[in-house]
């Protein structure tokens, strides 16, 4: 007997229908993909470059003040809109890591229980029925998500190869820019790699004045840069009045699961995002948040971290460049961002990077993301574990690249 509360469910989950569609997610396919290439192959390890997640620990020292903070009394209670400690090093770590002039402790900054839910609660503060995020795709579809929850539609901006995956906010149209809230931009940007410049960034800001536009400019990977400076979107002239940015500590302090981040910016957008907060939680863990200093205080964290990423993504640019495919070291994450192939010579043929994903998984045990938003292309990340007696080890990682290299190399790839 189906229960009444099938019939309750919201709109925006499907209402009546909730559950009941058919439809298979990707990650879902690449779970199951995976269990069923180990089946097949008991015998043969599974090397999996499709996670997002890093493969360490945080720093020990960051460790011992979550462990030291956790002792103290006065840290048990809720935090609500965060300590003021941590807002006061905000400013002081934006200024030295990405040269953002001043911001003010008290107004322009405020910590989230991580980057995701800092991304939902801002759409929160402008999306009504009938409005527009312009959303760049492929890309985190949180914002997006949200926005059609509250009755908002989204406009898609594609990130194309030729246009450096930058969007071009001069194709859209007029229409849509006056229904439009919201520009979403993530740079250096998942799953592309791509790093935005300040030339785009003025553009961009130019923009928002222009259309009554505010920019939610999600810089989860902004320490994680490869070539130039890390660039923050703050940095440029008059940023500040039409945005605010927000920072993970997840990716640079290797602190996923501590769900710590920051929105710093706009003061109107940071109280708009306060008063949503104030609904939704009670703040982060107090000791997380005093882990978060010490983390601020220590961008050498990152850099060590920074570092290993950018070993691993210049020998695996190699690898595929070895096997025929077109890859390019990213300007920032820790992903590859890769053209798929059609084909097999005389084998296999892929419509898609799915399927081309797929075989990877199926045949040759390389777990991999495909993304068909912008082209066909497959993201491999460098954030595969690579431990030898509880340590990161070079020999290991090699070993596990070797192996990717020889199966890749086993088969003759086609391109279009």
Same mark, same amino acid.
């Given at each position: 007997?189906?229960?009444?509360?099938?019939?309750?469910?919201?709109?925006?989950?499907?209402?009546?229908?909730?559950?009941?569609?058919?439809?298979?997610?990707?990650?879902?396919?690449?779970?199951?993909?995976?269990?069923?290439?180990?089946?097949?192959?008991?015998?043969?390890? #599974?090397?999996?470059?499709?996670?997002? %997640?890093?493969? !360490?620990?945080?720093?020990?020292?960051?460790?011992?003040?979550?462990?030291?903070?956790?002792?103290?009394?006065?840290?048990?209670?809720?935090? &609500?809109?965060?300590?003021?400690?941590?807002?006061?090093?905000?400013?002081?770590?934006?200024?030295?890591?990405?040269?953002?002039?001043?911001?003010?402790?008290?107004?322009? $900054?405020?910590?989230?229980?991580?980057?995701?839910?800092?991304?939902?609660?801002?759409?929160? $503060?402008?999306?009504?029925?009938?409005?527009?995020?312009?959303?760049?795709?492929?890309?985190?579809?949180?914002?997006? @998500?949200? @926005?059609?929850?509250?009755?908002?539609?989204?406009?898609?901006?594609?990130?194309?190869?030729?246009?450096?995956?930058?969007?071009? #906010? &001069?194709?859209?149209?007029?229409?849509?820019?006056?229904?439009?809230?919201?520009?979403?931009?993530?740079?250096?940007?998942?799953?592309?790699?791509?790093?935005?410049?300040?030339?785009?960034?003025?553009?961009?800001?130019?923009?928002?004045?222009?259309? +009554?536009?505010?920019?939610?400019?999600?810089?989860?990977?902004?320490?994680?840069?490869?070539?130039?400076?890390?660039?923050?979107?703050?940095?440029?002239?008059?940023?500040?009045?039409?945005?605010?940015?927000?920072?993970?500590?997840?990716?640079?302090?290797?602190? @996923?699961?501590?769900?710590?981040?920051?929105?710093?910016?706009?003061?109107?957008?940071?109280?708009?995002?306060?008063?949503?907060? +104030?609904? =939704?939680?009670?703040?982060?863990?107090?000791?997380?948040?005093?882990?978060?200093?010490?983390?601020?205080?220590?961008?050498?964290?990152?850099?060590?971290?920074? $570092?290993?990423? !950018?070993?691993? #993504?210049?020998?695996?640019?190699?690898?595929?460049?070895?096997?025929?495919?077109?890859?390019?070291?990213? *300007?920032?994450?820790?992903?590859?961002?890769?053209?798929?192939?059609?084909? @097999?010579?005389?084998?296999?043929?892929? %419509?898609?990077?799915?399927?081309?994903?797929?075989?990877?998984?199926?045949?040759? #045990?390389?777990?991999?993301?495909?993304? &068909? +938003?912008? *082209?066909? =292309?497959?993201?491999?990340?460098?954030?595969?574990?690579?431990?030898?007696?509880?340590?990161?080890?070079?020999?290991?990682?090699?070993?596990?690249?070797? !192996?990717?290299?020889?199966?890749?190399?086993?088969?003759?790839?086609?391109?279009?």
């Amino acid at each position: 007997m189906e229960s009444y509360i099938q019939n309750l469910f919201s709109e925006r989950l499907g209402g009546k229908n909730f559950g009941k569609e058919d439809v298979i997610y990707k990650f879902e396919k690449i779970k199951r993909a995976k269990k069923a290439a180990k089946l097949k192959f008991p015998n043969v390890e #599974l090397i999996d470059m499709g996670v997002g %997640e890093p493969d !360490e620990m945080a720093d020990s020292s960051v460790v011992d003040v979550l462990c030291n903070e956790s002792k103290k009394p006065e840290n048990r209670g809720y935090s &609500d809109n965060g300590v003021q400690e941590l807002k006061d090093e905000i400013p002081i770590y934006m200024k030295e890591v990405f040269g953002v002039g001043e911001l003010d402790p008290v107004n322009e $900054v405020i910590h989230a229980i991580g980057s995701k839910p800092a991304l939902a609660y801002i759409t929160s $503060v402008f999306i009504n029925p009938g409005d527009v995020t312009l959303m760049t795709v492929p890309g985190y579809p949180v914002t997006a @998500t949200h @926005t059609k929850w509250y009755g908002g539609s989204v406009e898609p901006l594609p990130l194309l190869e030729k246009n450096k995956f930058l969007p071009e #906010l &001069d194709a859209i149209s007029k229409e849509v820019k006056e229904k439009a809230k919201i520009l979403y931009l993530n740079y250096p940007n998942n799953p592309t790699g791509a790093q935005a410049t300040k030339k785009f960034y003025k553009k961009a800001v130019d923009f928002a004045f222009e259309n +009554d536009v505010v920019i939610v400019q999600d810089a989860a990977y902004a320490a994680l840069t490869y070539g130039e400076k890390p660039l923050s979107f703050l940095s440029v002239n008059d940023a500040k009045e039409v945005g605010v940015e927000i920072h993970s500590f997840s990716k640079a302090y290797n602190m @996923t699961g501590w769900r710590l981040a920051f929105v710093a910016g706009n003061e109107l957008i940071v109280r708009g995002f306060a008063t949503v907060k +104030d609904n =939704y939680d009670s703040g982060q863990f107090i000791p997380i948040q005093k882990a978060g200093i010490h983390c601020l205080r220590h961008p050498e964290i990152t850099e060590k971290t920074r $570092v290993k990423y !950018e070993r691993r #993504l210049l020998k695996m640019v190699k690898i595929l460049k070895e096997a025929g495919f077109n890859a390019k070291m990213p *300007g920032g994450t820790f992903y590859l961002y890769v053209k798929a192939p059609i084909g @097999t010579k005389g084998g296999a043929k892929f %419509e898609n990077a799915e399927e081309f994903s797929q075989y990877l998984i199926k045949e040759k #045990l390389i777990s991999t993301v495909p993304w &068909d +938003d912008a *082209g066909h =292309y497959f993201r491999m990340a460098a954030c595969f574990e690579a431990f030898k007696n509880g340590e990161i080890s070079v020999e290991e990682e090699d070993r596990i690249l070797n !192996e990717v290299k020889k199966r890749l190399t086993e088969v003759e790839f086609v391109f279009e």
